[in-house]
């Protein structure tokens, strides 16, 4: 158990609706990655957030946004869903100043 | 852009026998390289990690190995088990001043151990 939980499990939607992903990162750390894993384009980065703020940003889609509240947790937010959207979206958390990089269970999500 | 190549894709050994991993980057500016492991249903777990201030890091089966000017790295397992079968994904980041430090994943191999 890396210490980073994810919710929900499993999301199944369909095509034009919006979903919200959520993250709850290790105790004390202040980074949250947000990550997409599908078949054909494999782990691809989306959006980090660093105590709070914006810190790096991917090929994260318009129709995406992210944000860090005060107690540290992340929401991933994707609207106007499309079939292709339909992947494995993982979370990770670090400390500051390390590169080590914690990763959760992962929300599969599925548009019908 | 940034990349990272991986190789093999698929990978299947003799139970006991090594496994190899190889991973080439294009960055030059990466400093930080990570293998994760992911098994079925399951969220990348981090197995072993090297810095670009070392060439190699060993732990217990585990080893990996750096070569900055060729821009590889790779990893090792010997003695494998059954239960070293999953995927296995090689990554690279570079941390720069904010605490930023996206990771930049290879596609991943399917290591099978039979036994």
């Known amino acids: 158990d890396s210490g980073v939980t994810q919710t929900p499990k499993h999301l199944i939607t369909a095509t034009g609706q919006r979903v919200t992903l959520r993250c709850s990162p290790r105790s004390g750390d202040l980074s949250v990655y947000w990550y997409q894993q599908s078949l054909d384009q494999g782990l691809q980065f989306l959006i980090q957030?660093?105590?709070?703020?914006?810190?790096a940003k991917g090929n994260i889609l318009e129709r995406f946004s992210a944000q860090q509240f005060p107690d540290l947790h992340s929401e991933l937010n994707l609207s106007s869903l499309e079939l292709g959207d339909s992947a494995l979206y993982f979370c990770?958390?670090?400390?500051?100043?390390?590169?080590?990089?914690?990763f959760g269970p992962g929300t599969r999500l599925t548009v019908l | 852009g940034e990349n990272v190549e991986q190789h093999p894709s698929t990978l299947s050994v003799q139970e006991g026998d090594s496994a190899v991993i190889k991973c080439t980057y294009s960055d030059s500016a990466s400093n930080y390289f990570p293998w994760y492991k992911q098994e079925l249903g399951k969220g990348p777990q981090l197995i072993i990690d090297?810095?670009?201030?070392?060439g190699e890091k060993k732990d217990q089966r585990i080893a990996v190995t750096l070569n900055k000017t060729a821009k590889h790295f790779s990893l090792h397992i010997t003695e494998t088990q059954p239960e070293d079968s999953a995927v296995y994904f090689c990554a690279a980041s570079m941390r720069g001043s904010g605490n930023t430090g996206k990771l930049i994943f290879g596609q991943g191999t399917t290591l099978q151990v039979k036994p």
């Open positions: 957030y660093y105590n709070g703020e914006e810190r």
């Open positions: 990770a958390s670090s400390a500051a100043g390390t590169d080590t990089q914690y």
């Open positions: 090297i810095r670009s201030n070392v």
